[in-house]
């Protein structure tokens, strides 16, 4: 069964600019949430989809955006890229929503705001 | 709300020797508890899960962890480490909330020396 896939897997923004981040989970896999992993603040939740609806959100600002589409697949949007948005984003997706929180991640995208 | 530290940033160690990377959290419910580890330039992959029952849970590549409720701990530990064990380990926890999100610990790098 393949993994998780994340596209693309390298992005190279300016400041002010948005940007667009696509997932697919593991087939199956109804559930899907992102994390932004930062050298400064480590791993952070920004936000859990299923049934194409947002279940919880991080503290993140509104800029910070997502939404999950009839196939699970997910997509998260970041407007107005500040520097400090440079970061590794991951999406992992997990058979249910809720339960054990057991989740299985892709390889991320590094996304570079100049 | 829960937490959970990383005791070591970095953890040296010369190949076959024994390893213990320590992880504790902090939570007002029961947690489940889980240990990823992450290759340079790649996504976080499952090391190993404990949801309930023994203790003792044993994951793959030969590691095992141990929960112990009372201490608040989840430990993870390897017997003999090889080069390609060389990675950052990531220790997390997912309360009984109905939310799949995970709360991640700072991350233990683990470099293994010949």
């Known amino acids: 069964k393949a993994g998780v896939t994340q596209t693309p897997r390298y992005l190279i923004k300016t400041r002010g600019q948005q940007v667009t981040l696509s997932c697919s989970p593991i087939s199956g896999h109804r559930s899907v949430s992102w994390y932004q992993q930062t050298p400064g603040q480590g791993l952070q939740f920004l936000f859990e989809y299923f049934s194409e609806t947002q279940r919880n959100k991080g503290n993140f600002p509104g800029r910070f955006s997502g939404r999950q589409f009839s196939n699970s697949r997910s997509e998260m949007n970041v407007s107005t890229l500040e520097l400090g948005d440079s970061a590794l984003y991951l999406c992992?997706?997990?058979?249910?929503?809720?339960?054990?929180?057991?989740?299985?991640f892709g390889p991320g995208t590094r996304l570079t705001v100049t | 709300a829960q937490s959970v530290t990383q005791l070591d940033s970095q953890v040296p160690v010369f190949e076959e020797a024994p390893v213990e990377l320590r992880c504790n959290y902090s939570?007002?419910?029961?947690?489940?508890l889980f240990w990823y580890v992450q290759y340079p330039n790649q996504g976080l992959q499952l090391l190993l899960k404990?949801?309930?029952?023994?203790?003792l849970v044993k994951g793959i590549n030969g590691f095992e962890a141990e929960f112990n409720k009372s201490q608040t701990s989840f430990h993870l530990r390897k017997p003999s480490v090889h080069i390609s064990d060389t990675a950052e380990y990531f220790c997390?926890?997912?309360?009984?909330?109905?939310?799949?999100?995970?709360?991640f610990g700072k991350g233990t790098m683990l470099l293994v020396s010949p």
């Open positions: 939570s007002s419910v029961s947690v489940y």
């Open positions: 404990y949801l309930s029952g023994s203790t």
């Open positions: 992992a997706s997990s058979l249910v929503y809720g339960g054990t929180g057991e989740q299985y």
């Open positions: 997390a926890v997912n309360a009984f909330s109905g939310y799949s999100t995970l709360t």
